[in-house]
């Protein structure tokens, strides 16, 4: 299968103004794309490349006052099978867990688990280790958050959303983490495309995803609290320890978004691999 994706943002800028964008497919996924799906600018500025410290692809420019429009297009291969199904593993103990996924244990900006360790293990203490207990939360957060695009609030953290029980995909994946590491499960945020392929209209405009993935039985796999069910061509542009290792843009200085479109459909020409 060949899955179109990319994105338009437009800004308005008062100033000249540095911006770095994390809108390209990671490099887990960038052997399947038919071509790199380059970032371009309008009007048309140098755009240099780098990764960050946790290894995601990121560019920075700087644009020029008034209005830009940053894009993206490409064509992902992807085998167009759901998401795998987690698998069942053991929980490691903290003493024994691989050095470089402790960090993923702490809290975070917007993952607060000094606020939240006495209710995740009063709701979840007893649900016995491993995929149980993820699972266990991952449904809870499902069920506890209401989606709501109307609501949605760039700093909300997930001691917020746990009180107000409303939010967007970030929101639940905020939660679930904050949980999970209060219960020493390392768990990490995802960013990316979901597509709407295989499912039944009608179909909410495209926008990016939030999910996440945890550290169990030597592997990090992948969880969903938002969909909580499988998907088909879910693409990773970034991963950290909450959004605020993957913001899809960051803006040093006064901007207003104007515009914002993404892109996540099957090819016309697609063929199944």
């Not at 069942?88 to 003493?95: F, K, L, R, T």
């Not at 993952?111 to 207990?133: H, Q, S």
């Not at 550290?215 to 088909?232: A, T």
Request: with cysteine.
């Amino acid at each position: 299968m060949r899955i179109l994706i990319g994105c338009d943002l437009t800004f308005e800028l008062a100033q000249p103004t540095p911006i770095i964008a994390m809108l390209n497919v990671h490099s887990s996924r960038a052997a399947d794309l038919e071509e790199p799906d380059r970032l371009v600018s309008e009007p048309a500025v140098p755009i240099v490349g780098y990764h960050d410290s946790v290894g995601n692809w990121c560019n920075r420019l700087l644009a020029p006052a008034g209005l830009l429009t940053l894009r993206t297009r490409g064509t992902v291969r992807d085998s167009g099978n759901w998401d795998r199904a987690p698998v069942e593993a053991q929980q490691i103990p903290v003493q024994t867990l691989p050095p470089q996924t402790l960090h993923f244990l702490l809290g975070s900006r917007y993952c607060e688990t000094d606020l939240l360790t006495d209710i995740a293990w009063k709701t979840f203490g007893n649900v016995p280790l491993g995929l149980a207990r993820v699972q266990s939360v991952v449904d809870f957060v499902h069920n506890h958050l209401r989606f709501d695009y109307s609501k949605s609030r760039p700093t909300r953290t997930a001691w917020e959303a746990y009180n107000e029980r409303v939010g967007v995909c970030r929101d639940f994946a905020h939660l679930a983490i904050a949980f999970l590491r209060c219960l020493n499960i390392p768990a990490r945020y995802c960013t990316g495309y979901i597509s709407d392929i295989g499912l039944p209209p009608p179909y909410a405009p495209q926008d990016f995803a939030a999910w996440i993935e945890v550290f169990m039985g030597g592997q990090w796999l992948l969880f969903d609290p938002r969909n909580n069910d499988p998907r088909i061509g879910r693409i990773l542009i970034g991963r950290g320890r909450d959004a605020t290792d993957v913001p899809l843009t960051l803006t040093f200085g006064p901007s207003k978004l104007l515009a914002f479109s993404v892109i996540t459909e099957e090819h016309a020409t697609s063929v199944v691999a």
